[in-house]
């Protein structure tokens, strides 16, 4: 009989969206006629925008013709999205041969740790989407240092005490706290990861969100950042892609390793031989999306989300507790003092029929936290703030 991977044991035994959707059905067999609002994952919910279901729709009715069909393409993504993204998200900052079309951004932060193998170290921020960890753990990662991110220090960890690690994910608006980073914040990471020769892995799926201007989009804003960073970003939140699947990562020509070797050889290699590309079809929703039009329909999908955050913000305010998020966001991270996050979970879902997602499910620093998504029917909402109130 074949051994178990000794990397799986280190995981454990359920992933903590699917243990949100066990705990919820569980709920629903006791009380078949609650009315549940899910406030858990974070999932989109307005339909998608009409000038980016036509780009869908049309790839759709080219590929049943003879002239339009196309077959396998470049694994690498589509010549002309890649263009789209390097110009309109990066207003040409990178070049469209250092963009990688991927179908989403969890695919990519799995696939990606193929690059650096088991032997690296890595630095997450304590609370973190669990993807970065348990994705590690699985390629055999053993050594994992953890930033805190709390309220206290504007949820940006203490560069000054953190140890060297090759490897150090950031994610920024950070899910689940709602932070930003800002220019300077971002300076300073840049900064360090120069200084100890590591490598940052900059998750920016949620860029779309960023109201202030003066909070960077993208970690390719601060000088130096190519060398130094990979960026990995996703048309999911930015024009509900959730089940289309759509996203991409950046590999900059100046980011080597240790012997000179550039990383994005590397990467190509990994992608043309493991992956086949994302769908033809979602790539051209993806160009949709980087027309004017496209743009301007995600940017009020953004706003709408965003008022969502802004309802459920003011109502915890009102009622006393610490909230933190939702402003350039789809988060909003609620502080319980000395509670604990699956038990206020249980509150949450028995007493008021809510789904939140429990804090200390993104780390230890979650514990005394739930994270509220602002992604929601606004009627839902309004159903939501009556029942809190
Ligand atoms: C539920 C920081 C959500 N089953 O859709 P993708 O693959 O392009 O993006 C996934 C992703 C990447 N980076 C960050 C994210 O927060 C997410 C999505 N996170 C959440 O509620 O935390 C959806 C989670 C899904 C999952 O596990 O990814």
Known sequence: MISRNPNLIQLSSSYLFPEINRRKQEFLLTHPQASLISLGIGDTTEPIPESIVEGLILASVQLGTRKGYTGYGPEQGMAELRKKIASTIYFNSVQPEEVFVSDGAKCDIGRLQMLFGSQVSIAVQDPAYPVYIEGSLIQGVKKIVFMPC????????????????????????????????????????????????????????????????????????????????????????????????????????????????AVRADWNRITTTLFNGASTISQWGGCAILEEKGMQEIAQLASYYLENAQLLRETFQRLGYEVYGGENAPYLWVRFKGQKSWDLFQHFLENYHIVTTPGSGFGQEGEGFLRFTAFGLRQNIHTILNRLS
């Open 150 to 261: 709390r309220p206290e220090n504007q949820f940006f960890p203490d560069l000054s005490h953190l140890q060297h690690t090759d490897l150090i994910y950031f994610c920024s608006p950070n899910n689940p706290t709602g932070a930003a980073a800002t220019k300077k914040q971002l300076e300073q990471l840049v900064a360090f990861a120069k200084a100890n020769r590591s490598i940052i892995i900059y998750d920016s799926a949620y860029a779309t969100y960023i109201q202030d201007p003066q909070i960077p989009k993208s970690i390719y804003q601060i000088e130096g950042a190519k060398e130094v960073a990979i960026e990995i970003s996703s048309f999911s939140k930015m024009a509900g892609f959730t089940g289309v699947r759509l996203g991409w990562t950046v590999i900059p020509e100046e980011l080597r390793y240790e012997d000179g070797s």
